[in-house]
Every structure is written in structure tokens, then in C-alpha cells.
């Protein structure tokens, strides 16, 4: 089919509305929630791919500020905002995002509370403050005192923060659709208003009738928005005009014309807007009347910023809320169905076990880190019994929990562990930092100063260089390899905010300069024993980061030939090494290093520190 034959199909399907429907919807993560006249269904698509639905019935009868016309705009706007933020929260227990795990309740909805406030308050800058002083701005340029416009010139403020308003909603509209979470988001809106247009044009509710039909709904809350935002311009003009018309004292006059007196009254008059909004809403949808197109053309170009075109999954999930409220609205019998209660640790680790019987403890253990991680709580938190696993989160730990019983790391199945107190990204292309790391970078840090010039030599992850920059303030240059290593390491200087210079060099070929420490955790496993390691290590863990060749020694003959030359007179190499080869790395570096090996907490020898000797 043809673009414009999709097209005409769309267009005929938003015109062939042959019945009627109340049923109103927003998007969320994910999914869909549809509100009917006795119930509301939100449907979302889990980790899994399976559709998930909650559907709550509605009271019977609305209360009467909620019936009256006007009023019942600001009522609705105000329980519409309310109830909207829950109904993200509680999409956001199926996708995963950011929930209340510890059993705050209280402490959750008055962080959703002071969000929602934060959002409106940012709203009212960008659409009232922004263009009051973006039109300051241009009667500035213009050698013009923004309070003292003569009053018969005064509608000129109205008109120019009006055009500044339309601006700064277009832009912000096509700024947060850059985002891929709002652009799914707006996928589903999509969903959502071609799934009523299907219905209204009285076609069977299946995917494919559904993708032919119109995104534009004359009933979008994006219209909606547009609506106020053109009428508070228009009263404000309608004001200005009256004001310079009508014969009022001139020093009501100068008061009208000062910006901070304009700002209170356009917040005074956003119940009156919103409540004709509303209304003019309600009419628009109820009749296609002449008059009323330029209104709906207006609000159409709109909702074509605030929907896209979504993907067949994304229509199943919008069916299936619609049909839920479709079938319960017409059946009062029907029961409500929720998402599945959240669990507590104990229950999980219960399932988990009789899920995998054979599991060690020290795979039990790292199940256990791994629920810290998801949830991000600490050890202590695991045996609260408040703390509790959302089902989304379930689903997730349940997947990578598969993956930890089958021997992964439970960092590589994060994809993030913790060092020196701040997170690093990690993946199979760079080795998980150990607690012995913790040790040389405790060793590296006492010879960082401020001015100091570090290199983190075969980085990894970038551990070492990177927390150099963030305890230190220095400047560090992070060489390795592996490409693969590289880009993890940009990622985890990016996520610590630590900058660094970053090089793609085999040990010192690519490095210039000298530098005052040189930091190295290079691969010093014996050739011949990483097929003897555990399979966490062996099966998962980049083996090119873990190959020091048939003695282990390889990196180090490089460290102990070419390293001089790299430091300053006065710097210092520190180094990992393997438990037992202190004796075989104080050989190949006593010729031109004092040399001084340290041990880790097992008594092994896990760290050397060399410095230059002056005569060599």
C-alpha cells in the first residue's frame, strides 16, 4: 500500500465515526491506561513481553463540582494530575523505574507529591515567567521600559508573550521527543487514540484495523493544553484593549503594565482558562460544526508532536486496556484484577531455591548482592522485613538470577559493581575490580596530588584512573587495548563526572609524555591455569585481560623496560600482581626501581610500589 493510500485510509477512519465513546486514555512507561464511566484499566508489556493489566472499578456517581460545567474543567484537571502521577508509579512497578522498595509508602507519595509540585511550578516559569521575560528582553532591545508602555500600546505585551508561549511549547514538545523513553511514550499515545478512533469508526479491535486509523483525538489532552494557552493570550489581549478603552484611574494603569502584577494575574486567571478549555473540549468533540475545524486544525497540529506512529506490540497493549474497561463498564459483575503484590527477600529467596536446589552458597550469596543492586539498598536492608521486591523488579532479578546460577557474576548480570565507593559500569569486555584493587588504588592515592599527571595503564574499566581524578582533582590519561575497554571506561569517566584522556594504546606504543604515578593492573594469570579457574572467572571474564603469558610475567618485563622512561624523576609505578609473584616482579625491576612489595588482607603479596632510582 502506498503512502497516500495509508493515508486516505487513516483520514476515512477518523471520519466514519458511527459510534460514541467516553472512554479516554493516557500513555505511561510502557503501556496504556484507559478510564470508562465506572472503571479504569492500565495495561503494560513486561521484561517478559507478556501483557500486564490493572483494572480498578470507579464510584458510581460522580460528585456535582465534578458535573458542572466550568468548574468540572479545573475539578478534572486538578484529579486527572493526581491520579495520572499514580498512574506512572504504578507502571513503573511492571518497567522497572525508580519505586519505593523499603515499604515507605508514605515516603513515596510525598516524593511523588513533591514531583508532581516541582513540575507544575517548572511549568508555570516556562509559560508565564519565560515569555514575560523574553518580552522584557525585546522591549529592552528596543530602548523601551517594559512598565511604561503607553497603555494604548500595552497589547503589545500580550501579543509577543503569546508568540513566545506557542514557541517555547513547539520547542519543548519537539526537545523531549529527542528523548527515546518520551518517544516510546508518545508511541503509545499513538496506540492509545488510533485504538478509540477504531472503535468510534466501528471496526473490529484487532491490530491491523487499529495501526489504519487516525492519531488525532478531539478529546487529547495535548488539544487540551493548546486550548489554554491560546485563550490565556486572548483574554490577556482582551484585558489590555478593555483597560485602554475603558476610562480606570491612571494609577491602575500603571499598575496593569508592570510585569510582576501581569504574572499574578495570569496564574489568577488559569481556573477560568482551564474551565473554558474544557468545555470548548467537550463541544469540540461532540460536533463537527464549521465554525469549530480551525480549532481542531489547531489542536491536531499539536498531537502531532505529542504522538507517533506505534509499533503492532504497542496496539496490542492499548486493546487490551480499551477492551478491559469496555467489558467491565458493561458488566458490573466482573472483578478487579491487580498486579501481582510485591514480595519480600525471604519469599524470594525461598523461590529461588526451590528453583534451583543445587545452588552454592556462594551463589546464594551473590544472589543476594544482586538484590542489593537492584534495589539499591545495603546487606542490612536484606533481613527488613519492609523492604519489598515490586513485580517488575521480580521479573528482572528472576532473569538475572537464571544468569548467576549459571555462573556469571552477578556484576556482569547488573552490568554495574561498586569501587572505592562509586559505581562503574562493567561488562564481559573488561574484568570485574576486586576488593585487592581497592588496595592498589589505596597505595596509588597516597602519591596523587592535585597537580599530578596519572596514567592508568591497561585500564579496564578505568577504576584506577578515574577515581585518581575524582579523590584527587588531578589529570589522568586511561590507556588500553581493547576498543571494547576503552568504551567502558569513557562511560564510567562520563557517569563520575572525572575528566580524563582516554587512548586506545598496546602498553606504552601510543602513550607521550611522563607522568608522575603510573597506575597498572595488567593480565599476570599463567597461560596454562586459566582453564583451572572458576568458571565466574574462565567463562565469562575477558580472557585477554587475564593471560600473562606462560609465566604470568609478560606485562611486567614491558612495565620494567619501558616504565622509566614514562615516569618523572620523582614519580612512582604501583602495581597489582599475582599472590605469589612478588620475589618474580622485584627481579625484573630492582635494576633500575627501589622496590617494595605489600600484601593484601589474605597475607599474599598483592601490590608493588617502585620508585625510579636516581642513578639509573
Known sequence: MSKNSKEKGRASCALKSVRKTKIGGQAVLEGVMMRGASSMALACRDETGNIRLDTTRLPAKKPWYRKVPFIRGVVNLVVSLVSGTKIIGKSAEIMVEDVDTKGNGGGMGWMMFVSTLLGIVLALALFIVAPTAATRGIFWLANISYDAVPSNLVWLKSLLEGVFKLLILVLYMVVVTCMKEIKRVFMYHGAEHKTIACYEAGLELNVENVKKCSRYHDRCGTSFIVFVVVLSVLLMLAFDIIFALCPVSEAFRDLWGTSWFRILFKLALLPVTAGISYEMLMLLASSNFFLFVPLKWLGKQFQKLTTREPDESMCEVAIASFNAVLEMDADPTIPETHFPEPISVEEFRRVLTQEHPDLTACVKGDADWLICAILNITKQDLSNPNVKIPFGWLIRLNKMSERVANGEPWQYAVGATEFYGRTFKVDKNVLIPRQETELVCEQM???????????????????????????????????????????????????????????????????????????????????????????????????????????????????????????????????????????????????KFDVQVLKDYGGNDRIVVAKPRVDK
Open 445 to 591: 592515592l597516597k602519591y596523587v596530588r592535585p597537580d599530578s599527571r596519572v596514567l592508568d595503564l591497561c585500564c579496564g574499566s578505568g577504576v584506577l584512573g578515574v577515581t585518581a581524578v575524582c579523590e584527587k582533582g588531578c589529570k589522568a590519561t586511561l590507556a588500553d587495548l581493547s576498543k571494547q575497554a576503552v568504551d567502558v571506561a569513557k562511560n564510567n569517566a562520563k557517569l563520575n563526572k572525572a575528566k580524563v584522556n582516554i587512548v586506545k594504546s598496546d602498553m606504552f606504543s601510543h602513550i607521550k609524555g611522563k607522568f608522575d604515578v603510573i597506575a597498572c593492573n595488567p593480565p599476570y594469570v599463567e597461560t596454562a591455569v586459566i582453564d583451572a579457574l572458576d568458571v565466574s572467572v574462565k567463562d565469562y571474564e575477558p580472557h585477554s585481560a587475564l593471560d600473562g603469558g606462560a609465566d604470568g610475567l609478560d606485562f611486567y618485563r614491558i612495565l620494567a623496560s619501558q616504565a622509566r622512561s614514562h615516569l618523572t624523576d620523582g614519580g612512582t609505578l604501583v602495581l597489582e600482581i599475582g599472590y605469589n609473584q612478588g620475589d618474580a616482579v622485584s627481579s625484573l625491576l630492582q635494576d
